[in-house]
């Protein structure tokens, strides 16, 4: 792309397009965006051929780095052979042997695997999923769910009933079905447990299911709790005989360490929700897995069928590039080669907690967060400075109002995060003495 395009896309972009959680008329008069053309590795490419460390892989998406030859090779091929058949009485290789080799790396006991598109459509499909099974399966009154406040479960209207982040709710309120948001572990633990006991005593005949994102409640800030949590969550759930929904959309697939975060806990949950990672950050694709259990609750007459599918689902451009994530992985030894990584990110952020107005650091895995001191929220603006400050220096450091965090390719290369970190640290300080 030639460095004149870039007012060629600006142009039609500012008169045309409407960007997701963006302000748009700040945007159109103040914002000079990134305009990427391409990306590689850790990096994204401008238009000009400036360079941008990705300090976020593409909204949590590229855990193996932009354009992974493997990934791209798969999609290629793909492509010239079959790239896109329902799975409405059809089936294909890449959904069958994905599905299969999801399920070996799977949680034990999470053996059936239901495609869809994306993160809010794995969680959708969740939700209808615990609703149903207790619809025709003797407990029709079990409607109401149990989230967390502070929690981001996506962006369908279903899945916003379960979201706990006030801005993303208000204009929704009326249309939001029964859920209960509690005290969040990520604020105070032992508040957090005894308010899910007491909820629990109180209306588990009615509520269908409990749903977590396990450990880390990312979009409200990567406000990481204890695992104690889970356990317990694990252990009501059964005592009351709810369901437990874990929504590893952004912490599966090695985020946090192991393959899911609930590992760390060694808790299982009923119902899994997995997409991002999942196919590499190169397309949408998601999968909603579940237990022999649950899936039997839909089995006999025709009637008890499972009412969703997305048009869509088990894409097999999508199935193939998720299998190949897999192989990578293995291959590659991903959640290996992270763990040395996921120290040097920590021992980045322990040198940025000295400083004065940094407060808050804290670190799992290869995520990394840290609090602005001054006003909280998602629309506080002081985490967009750090980013302008970032951009400049040449990396792309996308902030959750003011907390300035990264969630890196797990296969950074250790020069490059080297590199990210030292740009953050003096991106903070400009905005300090600034
Ligand atoms: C991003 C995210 C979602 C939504 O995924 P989309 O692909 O954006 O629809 C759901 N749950 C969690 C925990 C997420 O981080």
Redesign the pocket.
């Known amino acids: 792309m030639k460095s004149g395009d870039r007012e060629r896309v600006l142009r039609a972009d500012k008169r045309h397009l409407w960007h997701p959680y963006t302000a748009m008329a700040r945007y159109i008069e103040e914002t000079n965006p990134l305009v990427v053309a391409r990306a590689a590795g850790s990096r994204l490419y401008d238009v000009d051929g400036r360079a941008y460390i990705d300090g976020n892989a593409s909204?949590?998406t590229s855990l193996l780095g932009h354009n992974h030859p493997r990934l791209v090779e798969a999609l290629r091929d793909q492509a010239s052979a079959l790239c896109h058949t329902s799975l409405a009485g059809v089936t294909h290789e890449a959904a069958a042997l994905f599905a299969e080799e999801l399920v070996r790396v799977a949680p034990p006991g999470l053996t059936r695997v239901f495609l869809s598109d994306?993160?809010?459509?794995?969680?959708e499909a969740a939700i209808k999923l615990c609703v149903q099974y207790w619809a025709q399966n003797g407990a029709p009154e079990r409607t109401r769910f149990v989230s967390l406040k502070g929690a981001?479960?996506?962006?369908t209207l279903g899945?916003s009933a379960l979201g706990g982040m006030p801005e993303f709710r208000a204009p929704f309120e009326p249309l939001l079905f029964d859920c209960a948001h509690l005290a969040s572990p990520a604020d105070d633990l032992e508040v957090a447990l005894g308010e899910l006991e007491r909820e629990l005593e109180a209306h588990a005949a009615r509520t269908a299911a409990i749903v977590l994102?396990p450990l880390v409640q990312?979009?409200s800030g990567m406000r990481i709790y204890d695992k104690a949590y889970l356990v317990r969550a694990r252990e009501l759930a059964d005592r009351f005989g709810v369901l437990l929904v874990l929504?590893?959309?952004?912490?599966g697939y090695g985020r946090t360490g192991p393959m899911w975060a609930a590992d760390h806990a060694s808790v299982v949950a009923d119902v899994l929700?997995s997409?991002?990672g999942l196919s590499g950050g190169l397309l949408?694709f998601?999968a909603t897995l579940t237990t022999e259990r649950i899936f039997a609750g839909f089995l006999g007459s025709d009637s008890r069928a499972f009412f969703y599918g997305h048009t869509f689902a088990g894409n097999p451009l999508g199935a193939r590039v998720a299998r190949e994530v897999l192989a990578v992985y293995r291959e590659e030894g991903i959640l290996e080669q992270a763990r040395p990584k996921a120290r040097r990110l920590q021992e980045g952020f322990a040198k940025l907690a000295r400083l004065d107005h940094v407060k808050n650091v804290r670190t799992l895995g290869m995520i990394a967060a840290l609090d602005l001191a001054g006003g909280k929220g998602y629309l506080e603006r002081s985490g967009w400075r750090v980013y302008e400050e970032a951009l400049r220096r040449g990396a792309y450091v996308r902030p959750l109002g003011q907390v300035v965090y990264l969630t890196p390719p797990l296969n950074i290369p250790d020069t490059d995060l080297d590199e990210l970190l030292e740009i953050v640290h003096a991106s903070v300080l400009a905005v300090a003495s600034g």
């Open positions: 909204w949590w994306n993160g809010s459509t794995a969680v981001f479960h996506g962006e899945v994102e990312g979009a929504d590893e959309v952004f912490t929700c997409a991002k949408p998601a």
